[in-house]
Nanobody, 113 residues
């Protein structure tokens, strides 16, 4: 069974940077697409960025384009999200996903002065 574990969340000031990591372990289906989603209490979970395993094609939500970068290290089975120029509205629990049906437990990102 595949397990995803996120790390790297925390408190950062507006304009700051954070790097989230997601370690995949265990045996399971082939990963076709990996991604990061986020959720604020009372709101639906929303896509932040995704990456295709076969083509490395990336997709970013408009709200994070130019500020966030997603990357997938196939050798280490690690999915990263580099976040720059963070804004208070980026505050959320960030979830790693594999194939959009396997999810990590989430890591809190808080952007506040």
């Amino acid at each position: 069974q595949v397990r995803l574990v996120e790390s790297g969340g925390g408190l950062v000031q507006p304009g700051g940077s954070l790097r989230l990591s997601c370690a995949a372990s265990g045996s399971g289906p082939t990963f076709f697409i990996m991604g990061w989603y986020r959720q604020v209490p009372g709101h639906q979970r929303e896509v932040v960025a995704t990456i295709s395993n076969a083509t490395s094609f990336t997709y970013y939500a408009d709200s994070v384009k130019g500020r966030f970068t997603i990357s997938w290290d196939r050798a280490k089975n690690t999915l990263d999200l580099q976040m720059h120029s963070l804004k208070p509205e980026d505050t959320a629990v960030y979830y790693c996903t594999a194939n959009l049906n396997i999810w990590g437990q989430g890591t809190q990102v808080t952007v506040s002065s």
